[in-house]
């Protein structure tokens, strides 16, 4: 899927939003990536979703798909950050609609990942993340570290750590990505948060035996609901983009999410966002060790 028409329309004209200024469209450029996919125990994972408005992208087996992307964005308007992205294969299913209708009314788009947890280096990324597109952006201690033979990151939360994922570089020849498309659900406000961003790389890919990496959980508690997971050792696949650039669409959609019975605690609201600034500087690089 590639940007919209409206995007590319867009090309620029300028925006000023929660005191962010954003030269259109709002893309990234150079920008090195990582990604991996674990299989995961579904049974477990589906307590992880919020309400009944998206559901497990189900595997043989019992499994689903626990999926580690990180992105080292170099250059964009708000400065250079580490996005880290711990997310659950989903699908779109609002109430009172079949997964069939679903397809038919919002295509390929219906289907993504919900964003579990997703920490960043500078405080202007969780401002406009999170209060912009609703994403569960928080600051955090992160790093990115590429060489020929494989890419790395780690994430430290308060002094531990919280995750590292590791993957061996495909060899062979690089597939071209032009405007791949992503969906993101996210939960913010007690609303279910849609946000879609295109990729464009020359992409190293390894699928099943040919794809190595590793994920290690660190001692952080904040991890404590993925240790329930089933994690496989091993990726089901692996993908490196060297040099990647993205839209992230500005377009944004939202539904309430609902339970069978009335929710007991209040969900993070604009609180968290209203008092942060502009902060472009990264946290000290993560230091803690895995266990």
Same mark, same amino acid.
């Given at each position: 899927?590639r940007?919209?028409?409206r995007?590319?329309a867009?090309?620029?004209q ?5 005191g962010?200024p954003?030269?259109m469209? #709002?893309?990234s450029?150079d920008?090195p990536a990582?990604?991996?996919g674990?299989?995961i ?6 307590a992880l ?17 626990l999926l580690v ?6 250059t964009t308007d708000i400065?250079?950050y ?5 997310a659950l294969?989903?699908r779109h299913?609002?109430?009172?609609s ?9 295509g ?16 202007v ?5 999170k209060?912009?597109w ?7 201690a992160l ?8 890419m ?6 308060d002094g531990?750590m919280c995750?590292? #994922?590791?993957?061996?570089?495909p060899g062979g020849l690089a597939l ?8 993101n659900?996210?939960?913010?406000r007690?609303m279910?948060?849609k ?5 464009s790389?020359a992409?190293?890919l390894?699928v099943g035996?040919?794809?190595?990496g590793s994920l290690?959980?660190?001692d952080?508690p904040?991890?404590?609901?993925l240790?329930?997971?089933d994690?496989?050792?091993?990726p089901l696949? #692996?993908?490196c ?7 992230l669409?500005?377009?944004a959609?939202?539904w309430?999410?609902t339970?069978a ?7 993070e ?6 008092g942060?600034?502009?902060d472009t500087s ?5 230091t803690?060790?895995?266990?």
């Open positions: 899927m940007p919209s028409t995007q590319t867009l090309a620029g300028h925006a000023l939003v929660d962010i954003f030269a469209p #709002v893309n450029l920008s990582l990604m991996a674990f299989t125990d579904a049974a477990a994972a589906s979703l919020p309400g009944r408005e998206v559901t497990l992208l189900r595997l043989p087996r019992g499994r689903a798909l992307t990180v992105i080292l964005y170099r400065g250079s580490v996005e880290y992205s711990i294969g989903c299913k609002p109430a009172g079949s997964g069939f209708r679903t397809f038919l009314r919002e390929a788009s219906a289907f993504g990942q919900y964003v579990w947890d997703l920490p960043v280096s500078t405080e990324s969780v401002k406009g993340g209060g912009i609703g994403m569960p952006k928080h600051r955090a790093d990115f570290k590429v060489s020929e033979r494989e790395s990151s780690q994430y430290d939360l531990k995750m590292r #994922v590791t993957v061996r570089r071209p990505l032009r405007n791949l498309s992503a969906t659900y996210c939960q913010f007690g279910l948060m946000s879609r961003i295109c990729f790389d992409t190293e390894a035996p040919a794809a190595h290690l959980l660190g952080s904040r991890m404590d609901p240790r329930t997971l994690i496989a050792a091993a696949f #692996v993908a983009l060297p040099h990647s650039h993205g839209v669409d500005d377009h959609e939202s309430f999410l339970e019975v009335a929710p007991a605690a209040s969900p609201g604009l609180e968290s966002v209203t942060l600034g502009k990264w946290l000290p690089p993560p803690a060790c895995g266990r």
